[in-house]
């Protein structure tokens, strides 16, 4: 019998009402997620909650517009006062949104805007990429307070929450004290915030261009694209490894750059640059280096000493069991603005909802025997992959040339991470309907997960021939699988991709 069994669409994938990710287990089931086809959407139980407002969140703007009688009008939910008046100055600054409105109630706080389709993505969009949706915890607390069935049982940490995930994850940030760390409510929001805290540093000094430095998550492209203060400030430099362009853009626009943007390693290519030499300039030529290792995780990878912030996202690996939304920002203590981004910071970042951050501290303690059991298995699943003869490409920590600008920055050399993704000789959707892992977004959880990445992020590119070109010129095969490895038995990981691939 396989080890693994097909797991029908819209299921969450994870045994909780606040699952992270949800089964899309057919290509057709990806096309129709990413054109809201009904007849998928429909089905979803849940979803990314970045990219799929919760049930709970729906169901609690529905109720609080009908309160206040808003009637011929969209209401978003934000994760704070703060955030509300974020989007509402957002909204108000474009046609379509001019009359949209703040809203308040009980505690609760968003705004409301008149049907309109270019209002309501301009929204959802803004929301997204600063990580400013209201957590579904805090939605589903608020609708039984106002007569609903009360939370789902689930194993939440009794006492200091926040105290405990620093105990956890301070040690892995060296010399940096409970000051310079700050948790939030995803790590999308831990890169917003870490963006903006830069930006009001180095902007009064004349410096406002922002280089992405090789392909990275979608949000954090759109926050350097949509954020930047104009359309000149955002320098995208495609190699990761081309330090030659680099000491070159360094020459060129040294003095008016505020600040670089790297993951270490990269999503979806897993490339790491060299981060010593990357930090080197930034520190020669006045620019903040920002650093975020979410794909290995700062288990694996310790980036601290180069950055001048590192960003990360708790959701992957920390919240192994795949139903928390979280993120933190450390400050470098020896920075050179330190003192003045560890208040910024923390003024710019959205706080973990309490229930959240409860849950969050009852699976910390797991991380490291989380990553441990995959870390063990990810060379092995790589290695079957690289020999396999229907794989085309395959991507992973200690790929070449990167390995080596990897295992500078690694924990150890088994500190991988669980990434691995690759790319095929034959038919993506024959192999991707056939596999019977569990297929969703997302990844760091206990169970082994993989999806087409790029169809996931970047839909609006793969479905048209210039966005597919645009694509390859960054290096990126528009059918690339990501595949993270979980705590299952290598072998059985390996057997399941073995009977999709044939040969």
């Known amino acids: 019998m396989p080890a693994f069994s097909q797991i029908p669409l819209g299921t969450p994938l994870a045994a909780s009402p606040h699952a992270v990710s949800c089964s899309l287990p057919t290509m057709a089931d990806i096309r129709g997620y990413e054109e809201k086809d009904p007849a998928v959407t429909a089905r979803l ?70 049907l309109s389709a270019e209002a309501f993505l301009a929204a959802k969009l803004f929301l997204q990429n600063t990580g400013g949706f209201l957590p579904s915890r805090q939605a589903e607390d608020r609708l039984a307070a106002l007569g609903g069935p009360p939370a789902g049982p689930e194993n939440l940490f009794q006492g200091d929450a926040a105290g405990e995930v620093l105990r956890h994850l301070g040690p892995l940030f060296a010399g940096a004290s409970a000051a310079d760390l700050t948790i939030t409510n995803s790590g999308m929001n831990a890169v917003y915030a870490a963006f903006r805290a830069v930006n009001d540093v180095q902007r009064p000094r004349g410096r406002t261009a922002w280089v992405q430095l090789g392909w990275l998550y979608l949000d954090t492209i759109a926050i350097l694209r949509r954020f930047a203060p104009g359309a000149s400030d955002y320098i995208h430099v495609k190699d990761v490894m081309d330090a030659d362009a680099l000491a070159g853009l360094f020459r060129e626009r040294g003095s008016s750059i505020a600040g670089v943007v790297a993951e270490v390693p990269t999503n979806p290519l897993v490339q790491t640059p060299g981060v010593a030499a990357l930090a080197g300039l930034c520190r020669m030529h006045g620019a903040r280096l920002i650093l975020d ?43 050179p603005d330190a003192g003045a981004l560890r208040g910024l910071v923390r003024d710019h970042a959205e706080a973990s909802y309490s229930r959240d951050l409860a849950r969050l501290a009852w699976q910390v303690g797991e991380t490291s025997r989380v990553l441990s059991a995959v870390e063990a298995s990810t060379p092995q699943v790589a290695t ?8 085309r490409s395959v991507h992973w920590a200690l790929s070449p040339p990167s390995r080596a600008n990897y295992l500078a920055l690694a924990r150890g050399p088994g500190s991988t991470g669980g990434i691995i993704s690759f790319a095929l000789r034959g038919d993506l959707a024959q192999f991707y309907d056939r596999v019977r892992l569990p297929k969703g977004p997302s990844f760091g959880m206990k ?38 490895v979980g705590t299952e038995p290598a072998a059985e990981i390996i057997g399941a991709l073995a009977e999709a691939l044939g040969g």
């Not at 407002?53 to 109720?63: D, G, K, M, N, Q």
């Not at 079957?384 to 794989?391: I, N, S």
């Open 447 to 484: 169970r082994t997960l993989i999806c087409p990445v790029m169809y996931l992020a970047h839909y609006d590119l793969v479905s048209t021939e210039v966005g597919r070109a645009e694509l390859r010129g960054n290096g990126l095969d528009p059918c690339l699988l990501r595949l993270c």
């Open 45 to 114: 139980q849940t979803g990314y909650p970045r990219f799929v407002v919760h049930p709970f969140a729906r169901r609690l703007a529905e109720t609080l517009a009908a309160r206040a009688g808003l009637g011929g009008r969209t209401l978003w939910l934000a994760s704070s006062g703060r955030m509300a008046g974020s989007l509402l100055g957002h909204l108000r600054a474009t046609p379509a949104g001019r009359g949209a409105e703040p809203f308040s109630d009980g505690g609760i706080h968003g705004a409301s805007h008149p």
């Open 293 to 335: 290792p979410s794909l290995s995780s700062a288990y694996s990878v310790d980036c601290l000493p180069h950055a001048d912030v590192a960003v990360t996202s708790l959701t992957k690996y920390t919240a192994s069991e795949g139903d928390v939304m979280a993120g933190m920002v450390a400050v470098n203590p020896a920075g």
């Open 384 to 391: 079957f992959l690289e020999a396999h003869p229907a794989v």
